[in-house]
Nanobody, 122 residues
Framework: QVQLAESGGGLVQAGDSLRLSCTVS????????TGWFRQVPGKEREFLAA????????YYSDSVRGRFTISREGGGSTVHLQMNSLKPEDTAVYYC???????????????WGQGTQVTVFS
């Protein structure tokens, strides 16, 4: 059973940075492609960034490219999303998702975490 656990959310001021982490467990012999999404109540889930199973490729949405950076820790099962220059409109619940396919994960993978709240105040 593959499980994802997000951490690192919190309450920050506009302009601050946060680093979210997503740890994938339950399938030690496969590095899953991992993506980050966010969702605000009443709005559709938004894709932010994804990284391939072994970290060789990264993908970003236009809305966060240049501010957010996705990385895989040591080529392993923990993926980080470094978020800089945060804005109030970045307030949302942030989810990570994992899938065997780097393409599929960009639209929502097979596995999902429970989400972590990020709140940015001005």
């Amino acid at each position: 059973q593959v499980q994802l656990a997000e951490s690192g959310g919190g309450l920050v001021q506009a302009g601050d940075s946060l680093r979210l982490s997503c740890t994938v467990s339950g399938h030690p012999f496969t590095n899953y492609a991992t993506g980050w999404f966010r969702q605000v109540p009443g709005k559709e889930r938004e894709f932010l960034a994804a990284i391939s199973g072994y970290g060789g490729y990264t993908y970003y949405s236009d809305s966060v490219r240049g501010r957010f950076t996705i990385s895989r820790e040591g080529g392993g099962s923990t993926v980080h999303l470094q978020m800089n220059s945060l804005k109030p409109e970045d307030t949302a619940v942030y989810y990570c998702s994992a899938d065997a396919s780097s393409q599929t994960v960009q639209t929502g993978g097979r596995y999902w975490g429970q989400g972590t709240q990020v709140t940015v105040f001005s």
